[in-house]
């Protein structure tokens, strides 16, 4: 009777703990929810301020007159430089590519009946005219196409302004990254001076691998972005390419999206080389543009992210997809370096549990009696 009662109790309490942990669970759940802003503001300064560490650590060590500079005022140095080019990118990327899109729209019907011309002077192309009448459709599209982009471009247009109207969230975490960079190692030293001394070595080790993957992971992603930017633009003037500049910005901005960047900033430009010169400089764009893809996503960047960022790319490709779909691009772009902090926690974690593994097997059994 008594055993029966224990053990009555004993499902009681595992019960009532099970409902406690679902209910902490589901608490944390919904407030993770309501506060889902604020998160991912503090998560992009967290990453922000890592990424841009580096960069005013080189600012921080020009001299002038035999000084350095204030920690305070580097960091403001990287911030106009950045805003610098943002603006740039406003004024000298995104308003030409409107403009020109623009007056694209009504040479559409021109080029379409340039390649009428082309079609009937072609007598293999005749005969696929003949059976799927590619012509009159293209027609139909060019005829709608004025409107569609000129729809485009105000989309363009509205999808700048509310960038600009988004200047909470941009200074909420330029702010978080400021503090950050001014005080936030100290500030996480002093935080693990309260541990014990393993506890607090392994806890500054696992910060400095973050940062590290952190650090390696920009620069792997700026470096490669940077190189297509300037391989692009001198194909392009190569080709007598419009907006050579412009499109190669673009290209560099869209190859630091993972997986898919570079094939979106690839098909771009491929749409604007081929109302430029039909077929060769598509031709020429098209085949220089699958070496560089197959030779940086084979060849390159895993020998530069061997070092920097040790995740497997399945690992990798499952936490872009998460990332993506929680965070949209930012989620993307956080991803990789998110996963491997995962993995150094993990691998910390597991060290761990050697460690003491081994003291208690090393740990002698008590003399008998």
Same mark, same amino acid.
């Given at each position: 009777?008594?055993?029966?009662?224990?053990?009555?109790?004993?499902?009681?309490?595992?019960?009532?703990?099970?409902?406690?942990?679902?209910?902490?669970?589901?608490?944390?759940?919904?407030?993770?929810?309501?506060?889902?802003?604020?998160?991912?503001?503090?998560?992009?300064?967290?990453?922000?301020?890592?990424?841009?560490?580096?960069?005013?650590?080189?600012?921080?060590?020009?001299?002038?007159?035999?000084?350095?500079?204030?920690?305070?005022?580097?960091?403001?140095?990287?911030?106009?430089?950045?805003?610098?080019?943002?603006?740039?990118?406003?004024?000298h990327v995104i308003r030409p590519i409107i403009s020109e899109v623009e007056a694209l729209a009504p040479k559409l019907p021109?080029?379409?009946?340039?390649?009428?011309?082309?079609a009937k002077d072609n007598e293999q192309f005749r005969e696929l005219n003949a059976k799927f009448d590619i012509t009159s459709?293209?027609?139909?599209?060019?005829?709608?196409?004025?409107?569609?982009?000129?729809?485009?471009?105000?989309?363009?247009?509205?999808?700048?302004?509310?960038?600009?109207?988004?200047?909470?969230?941009?200074?909420?975490?330029?702010?978080?990254?400021?503090?950050?960079?001014?005080?936030?190692?100290?500030?996480?030293?002093?935080?693990?001076?309260?541990?014990?001394?393993?506890?607090?070595?392994?806890?500054?080790?696992?910060?400095?691998?973050?940062?590290?993957?952190?650090?390696?992971?920009?620069?792997?992603?700026?470096?490669?972005?940077?190189?297509?930017?300037?391989?692009?633009?001198?194909? %392009?003037?190569? =080709? @007598?390419?419009? !907006? &050579?500049? +412009?499109? $190669?910005?673009?290209?560099?901005? *869209?190859?630091?999206?993972? /997986?898919?960047?570079?094939?979106?900033?690839?098909?771009?430009?491929?749409?604007?080389?081929?109302?430029?010169?039909?077929?060769?400089?598509?031709?020429?764009?098209?085949?220089?543009?699958?070496?560089?893809?197959?030779?940086?996503?084979?060849?390159?960047?895993?020998?530069?992210?061997?070092?920097?960022?040790?995740?497997?790319?399945?690992?990798?490709?499952?936490?872009?997809?998460?990332?993506?779909?929680? %965070?949209?691009? =930012? @989620?993307?772009? !956080? &991803?990789? +370096?998110? $996963?491997?902090?995962?993995?150094? *926690?993990?691998?910390?974690? /597991?060290?761990?549990?050697?460690?003491?593994?081994?003291?208690?097997?090393?740990?002698?059994?008590?003399?008998?009696?």
């Amino acid at each position: 009777m008594q055993a029966a009662r224990i053990q009555g109790w004993a499902v009681v309490k595992v019960a009532t703990i099970t409902l406690v942990v679902i209910a902490a669970a589901v608490l944390l759940a919904l407030i993770v929810l309501e506060i889902r802003t604020t998160l991912r503001w503090a998560f992009a300064g967290v990453f922000l301020a890592l990424a841009l560490a580096p960069a005013v650590g080189l600012v921080e060590r020009i001299r002038v007159r035999g000084r350095s500079l204030p920690r305070w005022l580097a960091i403001l140095v990287v911030y106009i430089v950045f805003a610098a080019v943002f603006v740039f990118l406003m004024l000298h990327v995104i308003r030409p590519i409107i403009s020109e899109v623009e007056a694209l729209a009504p040479k559409l019907p021109g080029y379409v009946k340039d390649f009428e011309q082309w079609a009937k002077d072609n007598e293999q192309f005749r005969e696929l005219n003949a059976k799927f009448d590619i012509t009159s459709k293209l027609s139909d599209a060019a005829s709608s196409l004025p409107s569609k982009l000129g729809d485009a471009a105000g989309e363009a247009r509205t999808l700048t302004v509310s960038l600009l109207n988004n200047l909470l969230a941009g200074i909420t975490i330029l702010v978080i990254a400021f503090f950050l960079l001014i005080d936030g190692d100290r500030q996480f030293t002093r935080a693990t001076e309260r541990f014990t001394p393993s506890a607090r070595d392994r806890s500054r080790r696992i910060g400095d691998r973050i940062y590290g993957i952190v650090k390696g992971y920009v620069t792997v992603n700026l470096t490669l972005a940077a190189a297509v930017g300037v391989v692009t633009w001198l194909v %392009l003037e190569l =080709l @007598g390419v419009h !907006l &050579a500049v +412009p499109l $190669a910005v673009i290209v560099a901005f *869209l190859d630091l999206i993972p /997986l898919i960047g570079l094939t979106l900033g690839g098909l771009l430009v491929a749409i604007v080389v081929a109302f430029h010169d039909f077929p060769t400089a598509l031709i020429v764009w098209g085949v220089f543009f699958l070496i560089y893809q197959q030779l940086q996503d084979r060849v390159i960047q895993p020998l530069m992210y061997k070092n920097a960022v040790q995740v497997h790319p399945v690992i990798a490709i499952i936490a872009i997809l998460i990332g993506a779909e929680l %965070l949209g691009i =930012l @989620g993307a772009l !956080l &991803a990789i +370096p998110v $996963a491997a902090s995962i993995g150094v *926690l993990i691998d910390e974690a /597991l060290a761990y549990q050697r460690e003491h593994a081994d003291t208690a097997d090393a740990q002698p059994e008590p003399a008998g009696d």
